[in-house]
């Protein structure tokens, strides 16, 4: 019988952290991040990475495993990642990937090609002074399914995925001739317009509460560049430019707010073209879905 794989996936501030947790209590599970952002030392409260108390006692993976002076690739999650399953798995407990980067989790469950394309240093230079909405467009036409599971207004990124499909001179390849050896089961978490957009105000709320995030930001800083800091989108790009005095505070909530509801409806695209997600409201409809699963 094949190893068992649980997926939680979703788009921004709908609860797959807190229902990863009860289904790992429940059924002897241990987490596997896919984030993007949560693998990078110092980047916490503006990745809404977990904290020790919220992981209840659950063993977590994955979670500030780079220096964010430093580019942390696909390829790199990749290994990590399914060495980090076999090892749950030979210790008798069920892997749960929890995120919402769409690459990362699609990297482990169809066994994707991640080509190993070197930095093109004279074509980033040329694409860095095209603006990013035809960048983005250009993306879309060489490869669509890429466009539509990356964060379009991270330049880094867009920029980085033309520089693979140009070396390649074509998309990128979506599966292995091999499947990983395991059996999966994605569960997706389903949250309405409405409600994103409250959850997402709560989440802002909280991260801002004591100028947290703020001070974070200022402390990442002193030893990254306000460049380097703003490539990491979102948060992290609005709290530095107002900390530049780019953009009033109120224009960065408006930004981040705006931006995070953006970014939640290009998930739920990309997630929604995938039919082998379980599409579930509350924990109950995922409890029983891991009973028969297991």
Known sequence: MKNKLIVILGPTASGKTCLSIKLAKKFNGEVVSADSRQVYKGMNIGSGKITKKEMN?????????????TKFTVAQYQKLALRVIKKIHKRNKVPIIVGGTGFY????VDGTVIPAVKPNWALREKLS???????VKRLARLDPVRAGNIDQNNPR?????????????????TASPKKPDFEVMK?????????????????LSKRLKNNAMINEVKKLSKSLSWKRLEEFGLEYR?????????????EMLDKIQTESEQYARRQMTWFKRDKRIY???NYKQ?????????
């Open 57 to 69: 006692g659950i063993l977590h993976y994955l979670l500030d495993v780079a220096n964010p002076k």
């Open 279 to 281: 599409w579930i409201k």
């Open 286 to 294: 995922a409890e029983k879905l891991v009973i028969n699963f297991l």
């Open 187 to 203: 569960i997706g978490v389903l949250k309405s317009k409405d409600e994103l957009k409250k959850l997402i105000q709560k989440r």
């Open 157 to 173: 990124r867009v920029v980085r995925a033309l520089e693979i499909v140009i070396a390649l001179r074509g998309p990128v390849p």
């Open 238 to 250: 609005f709290v530095a430019q107002y900390l530049q005095d780019k953009i009033t505070y109120e």
């Open 129 to 135: 002074k095209i603006a990013l909405p035809e960048l």
């Open 105 to 108: 989790i699609q990297s482990i």
